[in-house]
C-alpha cells in the first residue's frame, strides 16, 4: 500500500504524484518552503492531502526553529503560515489545517510553553489532523456506501481516493465502502485533462485494490450516460459553499449537468473541512488558474501551435441544485444545504 504523505526524519515525505503510474517515487522534503513548492508543483494534490502535508510543513519548521528565540520562533511561524496559504488558492482543507496550526501556537504560547514544547505540540496537532482524516474517510466511505446499490457502475472524476487523503478517499471511500460490503461495483473514471488525475491516479490506485475500473476520456460521460452504462455519479470536492455550491475538478460541472439530464444521481463526498461556512456561494470560491502549458503539451510534447490562447482554469463550480446529497463525515446533508449543512457541525466528529 502506498503513502500518501508522512512525517519523517527531519522531513516530510510523500509519493510523488507527478510521475504515477510509471514510476512510484517517494521524495522528502526538508524545508517546509519545499513541502509548499510539493503542494504548488503537484508532487501532492487533493484537498485533504495538500492540508496534512502543510500542517506537516509547518510542524518541520517549528521543530528546525527550536534553539532560536521565542520572538524569532513565532515571527518564522508567521512567515511559514503565509508561505503555506500561498501554495494553492480553491482547496479550502489547505487554509483550515494552517489556521489549526495557528491556533496550537496561540494556545501553547498562552499555556506558557518554551518553544521546545510548542513544537512539540505543533507536531501532534499535524499528526492528529492527518489521523483525522484517515477517521473521516472511513466514515465517509461507511454512510455513502449506503447510498450505492447493490450493484453500480459509478463515474467519478479527477481523483478523490487514498493519494488525495490521509489514505481510504472519500468518493473512492465510498467506493472501497461499497465493495467490502459485497456489493457489485464498476468505477468508470474520466481520464481528468489536462492533469490527468484520473487516468494516473484513479485507474492506478483502484486497480492496486483489484476494483473493476473503466478509464474513459472526458469527452465519453454523456454518451456513456445515454446508453445507460452510468448508475450514479460520485465525486469529491475542493470547496463547498454554505448553500453547496461546490467547487471540485474542472470538469465536475459538465458531469453534473450530464447526470441531472439523465436523471441519475450527483453524490458529493467530503469532510466537514471542505465546507466554508464563510463562502455564502460558489461565486466567492476562487478558482486557480494553472500554466498554459498543462494545455499546450502533454509530457513535454506540445500539442498545439506555439502562442495560441489557452485558458486553464483547475477548477470549476457546479450549482448546489445539480447536487442530489453531500456526504460528509458527520451525516449525509440534503438540499436545502443552507440548513443542512449547518447543521451538521453542531455533530461530533469521528474518531
Ligand atoms: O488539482 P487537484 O488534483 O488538487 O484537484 C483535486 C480535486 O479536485 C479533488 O477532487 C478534490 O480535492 C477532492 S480530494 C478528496
Same mark, same amino acid.
Given at each position: 500500500?502506498?503513502?500518501?504523505?508522512?512525517?519523517?526524519?527531519?522531513?516530510?515525505?510523500?509519493?510523488?504524484?507527478?510521475?504515477?503510474?510509471?514510476?512510484?517515487?517517494?521524495?522528502?522534503?526538508?524545508?517546509?518552503?519545499?513541502?509548499?513548492?510539493?503542494?504548488?508543483?503537484?508532487?501532492?494534490?487533493?484537498?485533504?492531502?495538500?492540508?496534512?502535508?502543510?500542517?506537516?510543513?509547518?510542524?518541520?519548521?517549528?521543530?528546525?526553529?527550536?534553539?532560536?528565540?521565542?520572538?524569532?520562533?513565532?515571527?518564522?511561524? @508567521?512567515?511559514?503560515?503565509?508561505?503555506?496559504?500561498?501554495?494553492?488558492?480553491?482547496?479550502?482543507?489547505?487554509?483550515?489545517?494552517?489556521?489549526?496550526?495557528? +491556533?496550537?501556537?496561540?494556545?501553547?504560547?498562552?499555556?506558557?510553553?518554551?518553544?521546545?514544547?510548542?513544537?512539540?505540540?505543533? @507536531?501532534?496537532?499535524?499528526?492528529?489532523?492527518?489521523?483525522?482524516?484517515?477517521?473521516?474517510?472511513?466514515?465517509?466511505?461507511?454512510?455513502?456506501?449506503?447510498?450505492?446499490?447493490?450493484?453500480?457502475?459509478?463515474?467519478?472524476?479527477?481523483?478523490?481516493?487514498?493519494?488525495?487523503?490521509?489514505?481510504?478517499?472519500?468518493?473512492?471511500?465510498?467506493?472501497?465502502?461499497?465493495? @467490502?460490503?459485497?456489493?457489485?461495483?464498476?468505477?468508470? +473514471?474520466?481520464?481528468?485533462?489536462?492533469?490527468?488525475?484520473?487516468?494516473?491516479?484513479?485507474?492506478?490506485?483502484?486497480?492496486?485494490?483489484?476494483?473493476?475500473?473503466?478509464?474513459?476520456?472526458?469527452?465519453?460521460?454523456?454518451?456513456?450516460?445515454?446508453?445507460? @452504462?452510468?448508475?450514479?455519479?460520485?465525486?469529491?470536492?475542493?470547496?463547498?459553499?454554505?448553500?453547496?455550491?461546490?467547487?471540485?475538478?474542472?470538469?465536475?460541472?459538465?458531469?453534473?449537468?450530464?447526470?441531472?439530464?439523465?436523471?441519475?444521481?450527483?453524490?458529493?463526498?467530503?469532510?466537514?473541512?471542505?465546507?466554508?461556512?464563510?463562502?455564502?456561494?460558489?461565486?466567492?470560491?476562487?478558482?486557480?488558474?494553472?500554466?498554459?502549458?498543462?494545455?499546450?503539451?502533454?509530457?513535454?510534447?506540445?500539442?498545439?501551435?506555439?502562442?495560441?490562447?489557452?485558458?486553464?482554469?483547475?477548477?470549476?463550480?457546479?450549482?448546489?441544485?445539480?447536487?442530489?446529497?453531500?456526504?460528509?463525515?458527520?451525516?449525509?446533508?440534503?438540499?436545502?444545504?443552507?440548513?443542512?449543512?449547518?447543521?451538521?457541525?453542531?455533530?461530533?466528529?469521528?474518531?
Amino acid at each position: 500500500m502506498f503513502i500518501t504523505v508522512e512525517r519523517a526524519e527531519n522531513g516530510v515525505r510523500m509519493i510523488d504524484q507527478r510521475v504515477l503510474p510509471t514510476r512510484e517515487e517517494y521524495v522528502t522534503l526538508r524545508t517546509p518552503e519545499e513541502v509548499a513548492d510539493a503542494i504548488r508543483e503537484m508532487v501532492v494534490r487533493g484537498a485533504p492531502a495538500i492540508g496534512i502535508s502543510a500542517a506537516y510543513g509547518l510542524a518541520l519548521g517549528a521543530t528546525q526553529a527550536v534553539g532560536t528565540d521565542t520572538a524569532t520562533f513565532d515571527a518564522r511561524m @508567521e512567515t511559514l503560515f503565509h508561505t503555506m496559504a500561498a501554495a494553492r488558492p480553491t482547496a479550502v482543507n489547505l487554509f483550515w489545517a494552517i489556521e489549526a496550526m495557528r +491556533a496550537e501556537l496561540r494556545a501553547a504560547r498562552s499555556d506558557g510553553l518554551d518553544d521546545a514544547a510548542t513544537a512539540d505540540r505543533l @507536531e501532534r496537532r499535524a499528526r492528529t489532523i492527518h489521523d483525522d482524516d484517515l477517521a473521516s474517510c472511513k466514515e465517509i466511505g461507511r454512510l455513502g456506501a449506503e447510498l450505492i446499490p447493490d450493484t453500480a457502475s459509478i463515474l467519478t472524476h479527477c481523483n478523490a481516493g487514498g493519494l488525495a487523503t490521509a489514505g481510504y478517499g472519500t468518493a473512492l471511500g465510498v467506493v472501497r465502502s461499497a465493495v @467490502e460490503a459485497g456489493k457489485n461495483i464498476r468505477v468508470i +473514471a474520466d481520464e481528468t485533462r489536462p492533469f490527468l488525475q484520473g487516468a494516473r491516479l484513479t485507474a492506478w490506485e483502484l486497480m492496486e485494490d483489484a476494483i473493476e475500473t473503466i478509464l474513459i476520456t472526458d469527452n465519453m460521460a454523456g454518451a456513456l450516460m445515454r446508453r445507460g @452504462e452510468i448508475d450514479l455519479v460520485v465525486v469529491g470536492s475542493d470547496r463547498i459553499a454554505a448553500n453547496g455550491d461546490v467547487a471540485n475538478k474542472i470538469g465536475t460541472y459538465s458531469v453534473a449537468v450530464l447526470a441531472k439530464e439523465h436523471g441519475l444521481p450527483f453524490y458529493v463526498a467530503a469532510p466537514l473541512t471542505t465546507v466554508d461556512l464563510a463562502c455564502p456561494d460558489g461565486d466567492g470560491i476562487p478558482i486557480e488558474e494553472r500554466d498554459r502549458s498543462e494545455v499546450t503539451s502533454m509530457f513535454g510534447t506540445p500539442v498545439a501551435p506555439p502562442g495560441v490562447g489557452v485558458m486553464n482554469p483547475a477548477f470549476d463550480v457546479t450549482p448546489a441544485k445539480y447536487v442530489t446529497a453531500i456526504v460528509t463525515d458527520r451525516g449525509v446533508a440534503r438540499p436545502p444545504y443552507g440548513t443542512s449543512l449547518r447543521a451538521l457541525f453542531d455533530r461530533p466528529a469521528p474518531g
